[in-house]
């Protein structure tokens, strides 16, 4: 016993005198050893190429001239592809599960004299919001992750984060946070996974923070249609086509502005603590594997996301209809909370149905515009849709407006409606998918009231100018 | 509601709840701060400043500790009486001195303030003239198990980032070493082997001009107003004032290093080099993962790929291509290969 106190204390002292140094000094002689090996057993062909594609590749991506117009006109081509390609399957889906599988499906249950309830429950509750969502999610999801997958595999997104480094090193965050919002366009539960690439600890948990600000899929459509009502509305009609879709592409771009903006703050307060550590490997290029990137982008990411929005979805249309059909003295729980949220609403200049719709539709961006329909239908008393806590879509944008307009939509909601929907809560498909990725609380927390706050002061601020400007 | 009036009010409201939530400055942390019972920390920031003294082998009287702790004369009275209540110290006449119960609580708090600096170096982005402020926060708040669970993770460092020795459980820490640099004579090679990181704004200076521990300076000129020397072949002026807060200690012939290194950041485009060595200011995971690229000295890095805005750079590291910040690239010393 004495005796390994003993040595323990001599190397506890000798500790001191090897100093600090000699963790350094070990990976210093491994390599060398390493190398030395190498240079032993390994015949290297001594002739470089002449012509080096890789770094004629490098050249064109990162420079002066070429870079950013190549980087812009190959995300912005993914971005068209998947948006107008989206449309097709879309439609096809949607006729499928909602116009077609739903109407029989209720006719089925009532031939078995099912009781009504019970087939709203089930069939206008959770079928519906699961077919929506699957509808309206898988096919741009379908096309923009292989499409984003294939750009990786052949080493250009590494490219682009170092290209915009530069841009996120000043907010403190990495140059890859460039590629999980890009990815946070497709899907946000998606960005928040991709958010891996990035190591430091730091810089990641910026990133996962941030990605709700990339304007995912779920808002896009929401976005246009709203832009194409209110907007385009008061322009020339010769106009409106440009002034909507530059009204969505501006909030796309305050998207990104305030993923910069918050990303600076997180990193000089509460992120002050974590660690720091930048590395970017720039690995060389290589032709895409075409299959093994479909199936790799289809499993893990598309159907993997999917699969989790729908879990989140079926209990979400069962609250939806359940609001919509239980009354209490003849009114539904779904018109208490909204004219009890009335008076809060007009302040932030939205409206009962508006929020009601972002608090119940939590599960998937994808059903607030079904449930806000749903909602102004249930109570302005028209008599259109299918009936309560039947969520529907309109084929008539003019019809979609209208039901809008009789609900008391101004101009202003509508813009408010459209920085909401860039401001809030991430679905609960990310904010689980936040939870996986931290295994913390307290980012999880951050990361879901922060935008609803911002979203919420933003609203307010721009509400009161608005009605102060227009009198 | 009149948008005006509810303008005005959301800003007030605004305001108001900066005013009680800001984090350092807002209305809780200060009632927090004044509710929090200061007389423990008084008493372990006293004995602190007693070792300290005792360390440096200079006396110390009541004045300096009240001078110490910034606390008026009659609090520092109450302080000392209550440590002389616990048979912490003892005093003759005016001089006070530590009583080994007194020795080994001080050794405590010195241990676990230098390691919450070195978890503070290493493994946050905390910034490095806050790390002081906030380990003396710390060190009043972590018990001696967590202190040790703090330590193993870390490794069991030796030393602290600004060069002091962390003792040992045991409470043992190595003999002092050095000499101030003031004291330091001309044409004398020297490392730094100690920055005092008190007072904050003297250190937050001497970290501005890049000096670390483990730095090696050549003392150019040593007069009466200014001294003058070379780090890693920069050149530095220095009030002596300023000099003392620096400990260094002369290095042997054959450890000196007389050629000027350049930096990698200063390498032209498609140029090689060989590492010669990553600045000590290169800390934890960040230099953990620059060795793990074989960024040790040896190595032949080539400047490859500039990036749109100049920062970062891409080098040619071992066959692979590695992109570095400039404040990266301006910590790894290289010299000119053929």
């Known amino acids: 016993m004495n005796k390994t106190e003993e040595i323990l204390s001599t190397a506890n002292k000798l500790r001191w005198k090897i100093g600090e140094n000699f963790h350094d000094s070990i990976l210093e002689s491994i390599y060398k050893d390493a190398s030395e090996i190498s240079g032993k057993v390994v015949t290297k062909i001594s002739e470089k190429p002449k012509f080096d594609l890789d770094r004629f590749i490098d050249r064109i991506v990162t420079g002066r001239w070429t870079g950013f117009p190549i980087m812009f006109l190959l995300l912005a081509l993914v971005f068209w592809l998947t948006i107008i390609g989206a449309n097709i399957p879309s439609a096809w889906i949607s006729f499928i599960l909602v116009d077609t599988l739903h109407p029989l499906l209720k006719n089925f249950m009532n031939s078995i004299q099912i009781p009504w309830w019970i087939t709203g429950l089930l069939i206008d509750g959770a079928y519906l919001a699961a077919a929506w969502v699957i509808s309206v999610m898988l096919p741009p999801m379908a096309i923009f992750f292989p499409m984003f997958t294939l750009l990786e595999d052949f080493g250009y997104l590494p490219r682009v984060a170092f290209n915009m480094d530069n841009l996120y090193r000043r907010v403190g965050a990495h140059g890859k946070q460039a590629l999980t919002m890009s990815m946070g366009f497709g899907c946000n539960a998606a960005g928040v996974i991709a958010t891996r690439i990035i190591d430091s600890p730091r810089e990641r948990i910026i990133a996962i923070i941030t990605n709700n600000f990339s304007l995912c899929n779920g808002r896009w459509p929401t976005q246009i249609l709203i832009a194409t009502i209110f907007i385009g509305g008061t322009v020339p009609a010769y106009l409106a086509g440009i002034a909507s879709a530059g009204a969505v592409v501006a909030i796309a771009i305050l998207g990104v502005v305030f993923s910069l903006i918050v990303s600076w703050g997180l990193s000089k307060s509460v992120l002050k603590g974590e660690a720091s550590a930048f590395s970017l490997e720039l690995p060389p290029y290589r032709p895409p594997r075409l299959l093994q990137t479909l199936y790799t982008s289809l499993i893990d990411r598309t159907i993997f996301v999917l699969w989790r929005a729908v879990v989140f979805a079926v209990p979400a249309g069962l609250v939806i209809w359940l609001v919509a059909n239980v009354d209490i003295s003849g009114i539904s729980i779904a018109e208490y909370f909204i004219r009890g949220v009335d008076p809060f609403a007009f302040f932030i200049g939205l409206n009962g149905v508006i929020i009601f719709a972002y608090v119940i539709a939590i599960p998937a961006n994808e059903i607030v515009i079904p449930t806000v329909l749903m909602l102004t239908v249930l109570t302005t008393k028209m008599t259109l849709g299918a009936g309560a806590g039947v969520m529907f879509e309109l084929d008539s944008t003019a019809a979609t407006a209208n039901i809008l307009h009789a609900g008391g939509w101004t101009v202003l909601t509508g813009i408010n409606l459209m920085l909401f929907s860039l401001l809030h809560n991430p679905c609960s498909t990310t904010i689980y998918t936040i939870y996986k990725e931290t295994k913390s609380l307290k980012w999880t927390m951050i990361s879901t009231f922060l935008p609803i706050a911002m979203g919420l002061i933003i609203c307010f601020f721009f509400t009161q100018i608005w009605r102060l400007i227009a009198g | ?338």
């Open chain 2, 1 to 338: 509601m009149n948008p005006l009036t509810s303008l005005i009010a959301g800003i007030f409201s605004i305001i108001v709840l900066l005013i009680i939530f800001l984090p350092e400055v807002g209305i809780i942390t200060r009632w927090k701060r004044m509710r929090k019972d200061r007389s423990r920390e008084r008493i372990e920031d006293a004995l602190k400043h007693l070792y300290d003294c005792e360390y440096k082998s200079v006396d110390c009287s009541l004045n300096s500790i009240s001078g110490s702790l910034s606390l008026s004369g009659e609090k520092t009275a109450q302080v000392i009486s209550s440590l002389e209540a616990m048979n912490l110290i003892t005093s003759h006449e005016n001089k006070i001195s530590l009583t080994p119960e007194g020795r080994s609580y001080a050794l405590r708090i010195i241990r676990i303030h230098r390691l919450w600096e070195r978890h503070l170096a290493d493994n946050t982005s905390i910034q490095e003239t806050d790390w002081h402020s906030v380990a003396e926060q710390k060190e009043h708040e972590t018990s001696r198990e967590e202190a040790d669970r703090l330590a193993a993770s870390l490794g069991n460092p030796l030393i602290d980032p600004h060069g002091d020795p962390i003792p040992s459980i045991t409470g043992e820490i190595p003999e002092r070493e050095g000499i101030t640099l003031n004291n330091l004579e001309n044409g004398i090679f020297a490392a730094i082997i100690h920055i005092e990181d008190e007072p904050r704004e003297v250190y937050a200076q001497l970290s501005a001009m890049g000096l670390y521990p483990g730095m090696q300076i050549y003392l150019l000129e040593n007069s009466k107003d200014k001294i003058r020397f070379e780090a890693d072949g920069e050149e530095c002026l220095l009030a002596p004032i300023l000099a003392s807060n620096i400990t260094v200690v002369p290095i042997s012939e054959k450890e000196q290093v007389k050629e000027k290194f350049q930096l990698l950041s200063s390498l032209k485009m498609n140029q090689a080099a060989m590492i010669v060595g990553i600045s000590k200011a290169m800390r934890g995971q960040q230099r953990r993962r620059l060795l793990d690229f074989g960024v040790v000295p040896g190595t032949i890095v080539r400047t490859q790929l500039e990036s749109l805005s100049g920062d970062p750079t891409g080098y040619e590291i071992r066959g692979a291509t590695i992109a570095l910040r400039r404040n990266q690239s301006d910590l790894i010393y290289i010299k000119q290969v053929d």
